[in-house]
């Protein structure tokens, strides 16, 4: 059972394990319509992080209910979703005005 024995060790020490990964968002996010964002950052995922990735934060009223989403910033999806949802912004605050 060693496998077991270095997952266990792992858990106590996350940062052991790849912190590198856990830094960076997964490849894949969810498909998020421009609505649902509260808003959109770019910051580390987690604090001990250096590298930023962007954070988007959901409406509670949306199927995700106020989570938080990562999305990683070199991927041309995630750039093309920052424009389009500029652009959106934009648009958005011209109408409230």
């Given amino acids: 059972g060693h496998m077991i024995l270095s997952k266990l060790f792992l858990l106590r020490h996350p940062a052991l394990s790849l912190a590198g990964s856990k830094c960076k968002c997964s490849r894949k996010g969810p498909k998020i319509r421009y609505s ?23 409406k509670s009223v949306s199927r995700y209910r106020g989570q938080e989403h990562c999305l990683h910033p070199k991927l041309q999806s995630t750039k093309r979703f920052i424009k389009w949802y500029n652009a959106w912004n934009e ?3 011209v109408y409230e005005e």
């Fill in 91 to 93: 648009k958005r605050r």
């Fill in 36 to 58: 649902d964002v509260k808003k959109l950052e770019m910051k580390p995922k987690y604090p001990h992080c250096e590298e930023k990735m962007v954070i988007i934060t959901t």
